[in-house]
């Protein structure tokens, strides 16, 4: 009998149809070599390749990797691993079977995500979820949630990515911009063909995209359960890094390229539904709105804003992107009626679009930081003000939220300072998160860049 949260995903595994529709896949497809994979604290994908026979196996007993490896098996600069140190335990991973699928590139390999929980040998704790697992985080915050409001989140994204190599050179007069060109895309023709053909096969319902600046592409998909939009996430950038190897040139998801080039975000576009309905719409009517409980939600995804950019903007090159005011990205905390110079945007009826997490984010995390913020919002009744007028890089931020953080050591402060966040991902996941991000700040910090080569070689005397 089940005794533990780990035992009960196995006998799911095992005792559910789901492992013979698996296995069945396997051998009517020829299917030699399995990926079970999970996702770090910063968005990189890990995990282990074994012969695909095995995935019965594995699908009871799961495989076991340094727990370290939630933070990238990454030092400090004083040398100590984070995340536990070298003779941390092991954590057990085991797959989420109903996310098998066949890598359409080489239909010889699968892939399969995982959650992680802690291994069965502890004295204490055993079979228990491993804190520092960001997808698991957003599967627990997402299910109470559900099971408190009867709510889910929907979510689609909008990733953008910068592509570079032959063939992909931008032209256009400096004073206008390539957005929408047609000529681009089409040069970049042999991306788009593969990228929704490889996405459409692993199950991502690829819909409108376009070419947005220089090398810059977006292509998005339907919207969804706000944890298989976090999958699909991260399996379109898998997609695009394999059609970058393939084509010979270079993909990247890195949130501002270079000064003065729109920066890559992804735009996390969301609604909560209830039995069915979209509860930030009021049915029948055709103006612009946002219902009551919309806007307390609202209230909350403001008030938390802040202290959630450590997750929405992850990165030191994060911040460079909401510096370079008029490339559409958001300086001030605030809201408006269809403007994209807010930071949360109602672009459609029901839908509001938060414009502050990059390309690099970690989907999981940023769910789960906007349902909580979310939910306090519903819970307190929090009122988001009125919507902003005209451009929001002119007049000052809305006194009632915090401003936003303009680089990473503000944002782990801002984080640090708000007990709603912290308590949404965990003290482990919290302290670990906040001691990766304050030591890739001190190494920035304590680097020599380009333009102070450049500022200050010849400056003196």
Known sequence: MATSALDHHREDNLRGDQLQHVLSTIKEQGVELDYSQSVTNTGRV?????????????????????????????????????????????????????????????????????????????????????????RGVLRRVHADFTERTGLELRSGTEPEMTWRGPGLEASFRPESSPAYHIEHLERGRPIVQKVIAYAQAMGLDMIEGDYEDAGQFELNWMFDHADLTADRL?????????????????????????????????????????????????????????????????????????????????????????????????????????????????????????????????????????????????AQRTDPGEPWQGSSYDGEQDARFAALPLTLGAAIEAFEADPLMRETLGPDLADLLVEYKRDEWARFCGAVTDWEQATYWEDTP
């Open 46 to 134: 890990l995990g282990k390749v074994m012969p695909a026979r095995h995935l019965e196996r594995v699908a009871g007993k799961g495989i076991q990797q340094h727990r370290t490896a939630a933070a990238n098996l990454q030092s400090t600069r004083e040398g100590v691993l984070m995340g536990g140190g070298v003779n941390a335990a092991e954590y057990t991973a085991l797959p989420d079977l109903d996310t098998f699928a066949v890598l359409p590139w080489d239909t010889r390999m699968a892939r399969v995500f995982c959650r992680l929980y802690e291994p069965d040998h502890l004295a204490e704790g055993a079979g228990t979820p491993y804190a520092c697992d960001s």
């Open 234 to 378: 991260v399996t379109y950038r898998q997609v695009c890094k394999q059609v970058a190897r393939e084509l010979g040139v270079e993909a990247s998801f890195m949130p501002k390229p270079a000064t003065g080039m729109m920066g890559n975000g992804c735009h996390h576009n969301f609604s909560l539904w209830r039995d069915g309905v979209n509860v930030l719409a009021d049915p029948g009517r055709a103006d612009l709105h946002l219902s009551e409980e919309g806007r307390w939600a609202l209230g909350g995804v403001l008030t938390h804003a802040a202290a959630s950019m450590l997750v929405f903007g992850s990165t030191v090159n994060s911040y460079k992107r909401y510096w370079d005011a008029g490339q559409f990205a958001p300086s001030k905390i605030n809201w408006g009626l269809d403007n994209k110079t807010c930071t949360v945007r109602l672009s459609a009826n029901g839908r509001l679009e938060l414009k502050l997490p990059d390309a690099a984010v970690n989907p999981y995390l940023s769910h789960a930081l906007l349902i909580a913020a979310c939910a306090e919002g519903l």
